[in-house]
């Protein structure tokens, strides 16, 4: 049994930036795709970004530019670093750790840009 672990959300101006962590633990880390989703009010839940295990990355067209991806397989943790971030950013961030046969998300951290 995987578990997600997400942080550094809060608020920040228009402007600001943030870096989101998601630690795993309980089960092989290297090996699977993580990736931060986000769901704000009256939207569908969408994907933020991806990276698999051998540090392939994919981006919404939305952040792209904005936002850097990262893991760190010898702390198990992943990150998303985000910049010039906006109020449409407002959303609670979800960490995500899935694979062929399993699929795992965290309880999810809020993200409000606001001045």
């Known amino acids: 049994q995987v578990q997600l672990v997400e942080s550094g959300g809060g608020l920040v101006q228009p402007g600001g930036s943030l870096r989101l962590s998601c630690a795993a633990s309980g089960g092989i880390f ?65 960490c995500r750790h899935w694979g062929i046969t399993s699929d795992y998300w965290g309880q999810g951290t809020q993200v409000t840009v606001s001045s």
Do not use: C, F, H
């Open 30 to 94: 290297s090996m699977y795709t993580m990736g931060w989703y986000r769901l704000a009010p009256g939207k569908q839940r969408e994907l933020v970004a991806s990276i698999t295990w051998g540090g392939s990355t994919i981006y919404a067209d939305s952040v792209k530019g904005r936002s850097t991806i990262s893991r760190d397989n010898t702390k198990n943790t992943v990150y998303l670093q985000m910049n010039n971030l906006k109020p449409e950013d407002t959303a609670v961030y979800y």
